[in-house]
């Protein structure tokens, strides 16, 4: 069977979107539209979005502690929400979603792992900056590609099945 490319929303101004790919411990924030992907097992993306200003950004996290850079949820939630304020948008008003943590590793199905407390620490961050999280995708045996359309703040997932 092919796969299918998703269509995308089209940009309001009829521009094409930029497109960026993030690494783990990266994010990225865009005002213009821009499709924002990555690739994910236990690691988790936290995807932020402004309804008002039409914009929004994605992160992309190892770690569920505190740290000084990218690689942890402490670190990574609060900065994508420094950066989406930046523009001019309040907390209160945006909205999140959650993907990932995923225990692609057999002997880790059924135990407690670092995936778990990836989503464990995006749910916790986020209520604790007020952000709603209005969806997720999270959990389960197989990777996952998400991208994110910075301007509409829809979220295209494609699993990533393990073979046999």
């Not at 865009?30 to 236990?42: E, W």
Request: aromatic share 4%; net charge positive; with cysteine.
């Amino acid at each position: 069977m092919p796969r299918l490319a998703p269509t995308f929303s089209p940009v309001p101004d009829g521009s094409t979107p930029l497109e960026l790919n993030i690494s783990s411990g990266e994010l990225h924030v865009s005002a213009a539209p821009c499709l924002i992907g990555t690739v994910l097992g236990s690691c988790v993306a936290v995807a932020v979005f402004s309804p008002q200003r039409r914009l929004g950004g994605l992160n992309h996290y190892l770690l569920p502690d505190d740290g000084d850079d990218g690689r942890h949820a402490g670190w990574a939630i609060p900065e994508l929400v420094r950066r989406v304020s930046a523009f001019g948008c309040k907390p209160r008003d945006l909205q999140a979603k959650i993907f990932g943590g995923t225990s692609p590793v057999s002997a880790m199905r059924g135990k407690r792992g670092v995936g778990d407390a990836n989503v464990e620490a995006a749910r916790r961050l986020l209520a604790e900056l007020g952000i709603k999280v209005v969806g997720e995708r999270v959990g389960g045996d197989d990777g996952m590609r998400v991208i994110l359309e910075s301007w509409t703040g829809v979220v295209w997932v494609r699993i990533h099945q393990r073979r046999h």
